[in-house]
T-cell receptor, first 113, second 114 residues
């Protein structure tokens, strides 16, 4: 897990707050991902970045805004979230070819009040 | 479209017994298949993958998985379970035409009792 780090590990925010999640990978990968993990639901892919370009937006509401300033860093900007957005948000990285496994960070546990 | 099914929400096994966690998939064309494990309050850890070649794949911590194309299955196995294997296991698939977009199953909780 030390190859992909995420901060903060826990976040509690109100529905009117603006916050950001940060992900950093030290593996030299060129693809980064955001996933949402909710209880008793499959892991949901949110966004994919390949070589800093967004290549996938899986019908994610606009209150989630990703940013990828370089191949090592990925952010998820949050604003006016809803209580149902409470979940574990996981970041992952890989080389961008299909046969490569993804490496995951420990996640940010988000609670929206 | 690509999809993964893990038909068991939970698998219980006694320590020292063999374990199997089931996974079936649906994808057009040849698949890339993966198994991940998640311990409490942790991210997912890669266990093994099937790309091509030998249908029996060996991975970390003594786990292995067998690719069966006719049954579109990729079951995870271990000859002798340990209590420390207790965790949440995810199967994932990527069709070759889907780039690096991975689809996960809902997960199976494995409980190994001493």
């Amino acid at each position: 897990e030390t190859g992909v780090t995420q901060t903060p590990r826990h976040l509690v925010m109100g529905m009117t707050n603006k916050k950001s999640l940060k992900c950093e990978q030290h593996l030299g990968h060129n693809a980064m991902y955001w996933y949402k993990q909710s209880a008793k639901k499959p892991l949901e892919l949110m966004f994919v970045y390949n070589f800093k370009e967004q290549t996938e937006n899986n019908s994610v509401p606009s209150r989630f805004s990703p940013e990828c300033p370089n191949s090592s860093h990925l952010f998820l900007h949050l604003h006016t979230l809803q209580p149902e957005d409470s979940a574990l948000y996981l970041c992952a990285s890989s080389q961008p070819t299909g046969s490569n496994e993804q490496f995951f960070g420990p996640g940010t546990r988000l609670t929206v009040l | 479209a690509q999809s993964v099914a893990q038909p068991e929400d939970q698998v219980n096994v006694a320590e020292g017994n063999p374990l199997t966690v089931k996974c079936t998939y649906s994808v057009s064309g040849n698949p890339y298949l993966f198994w991940y494990v998640q311990y409490p309050n942790r991210g997912l850890q890669f266990l093994l993958k099937y790309i091509t070649g030998d249908n029996l794949v060996k991975g970390s911590y003594g786990f292995e998985a067998e690719f069966n194309k006719s049954q579109t299955s990729f079951h995870l196995k271990k000859p002798s379970a340990l209590v420390s294997d207790s965790a949440l296991y995810f199967c994932a698939v990527r069709g070759m035409e889907y780039g690096n977009k991975l689809v996960f199953g809902a997960g199976t909780i494995l409980r190994v009792k001493s």
